[in-house]
């Protein structure tokens, strides 16, 4: 189907400046839902500029946000585990942490790195969420390449991935300056990143309810 571009009022939006939309058969994440879904408890956020702008719109992560602007790789590994181990601490409460990256779109060349330290979380006994680096558009175009290989990489690691950059392609995503988005796409985004999640744990506790009811001994006719 043929690109649509479309070029939006501020007003029309609830945002300053020019908005950019990428839309496919309609105006997609364009047409903002309702709400937010509320955040899913034990998860924290970590990312760049992109869940700042989430978290600015939203306010639904709060403290459970990690993030800076501009920042990638080495960030994540120097300074934003020792937030996350602070997080942790905080929340003796919580048994079992997911972390969910969002980074990777200012340093788009490190997709191995990545993967290394999201490997080490898992080993440390975390649940991973590797989510896809997302769309730019405009004069942010030619980096689309790279994030779709990027992706790729992230989606053959083994690790749990969530390509939301798919999925913004097919309904459609605006942005304020071809890299930061509107509104209406963070609330695509979280929605469809928390309903992942809490799809996630309900799969989660199924199995671990049938792996108590599968325990030696609990069949009561036996001899």
Not at 19 to 25: I, L, P
Not at 114 to 136: E, H, L, T, W
Request: aromatic share 10%.
């Amino acid at each position: 189907m043929k690109r649509l571009y479309i070029l939006l009022a501020a007003v029309m939006l609830g945002v300053g400046g020019s908005t950019t939309a990428y839309a496919m058969g309609g105006l997609g994440s364009a047409q903002v839902r309702a709400a937010p879904v509320e955040r899913t408890n034990g998860v924290i956020y970590v990312g760049d500029s992109r869940f700042n702008g989430m978290e600015m719109y939203l306010g639904k992560g709060g403290e459970f946000v990690i993030a800076k602007d501009s920042m990638g790789y080495n960030w994540l590994v120097n300074q934003a585990a020792y937030r996350i181990a602070a997080v942790k601490q905080a929340h003796p409460e919580v048994t079992q942490w997911r972390i969910v990256s969002g980074l990777g779109v200012n340093d788009i060349c490190q997709a191995d790195r990545y993967i290394q330290a999201y490997r080490a979380f898992k080993a440390a006994g975390d649940k991973v969420i590797a989510m896809s680096v997302n769309p730019s558009y405009g004069k942010r175009d030619s980096m689309n390449k790279e994030i779709n290989d990027f992706n790729t990489k992230q989606a053959n690691s083994g690790l749990d991935y969530f390509d939301m950059n798919s999925h913004l392609w097919k309904v459609g995503f605006l942005t304020v300056d071809g890299l930061h988005y509107s509104k209406s796409t963070y609330l695509e985004i979280w929605n469809e990143l928390n309903h992942y999640i809490w799809a996630e744990r309900d799969r989660d506790a199924k199995a671990a309810q049938e792996a108590a009811g599968a325990v030696p001994g609990g069949d009561a006719g036996s001899s």
